[in-house]
């Protein structure tokens, strides 16, 4: 299993910028690719980033050009930086790591980004 703590959110207004982090420990080995959920109340969870060990990223549609994914494979941690933000980019991020083969080694605990003036 591996241990993931989330910081890094908070209240920002429309065209704000934040940053998430996520370090993760435990079972760092078995780690293959890391990413940031969220979910917004009523909706589902989506995948908003995710990048593998060797620095592949891929992001959902309606963030590219805004976020960026980063990963620092010494510090166990993964970074999502979030420039431009929206009012529809108001939920609970979630940080997720798993293995090669796609199953899920561990969650965050959430962390709330609310974007509002």
């Known amino acids: 299993q591996v241990q993931l703590v989330e910081s890094g959110g908070g209240l920002v207004q429309p065209g704000g910028s934040l940053r998430l982090s996520c370090a993760a420990s435990?079972?760092?080995?078995?780690?293959?690719?890391m990413g940031w959920y969220r979910q917004a109340p009523g909706k589902q969870r989506e995948l908003v980033a995710g990048i593998t060990n060797g620095g592949i990223a891929n992001y959902l549609d309606s963030v590219k050009g805004r976020f960026t994914i980063a990963r620092d494979n010494v510090k166990n941690t993964v970074y999502l930086q979030m420039n431009s933000l929206k009012p529809e980019d108001t939920a609970v991020y979630y940080c997720n790591a798993n293995r090669v083969d796609g199953r899920d080694l561990g969650w965050g605990q959430g962390t709330q980004v609310t974007v509002s003036s």
């Open positions: 435990g079972s760092i080995f078995s780690i293959y690719a």
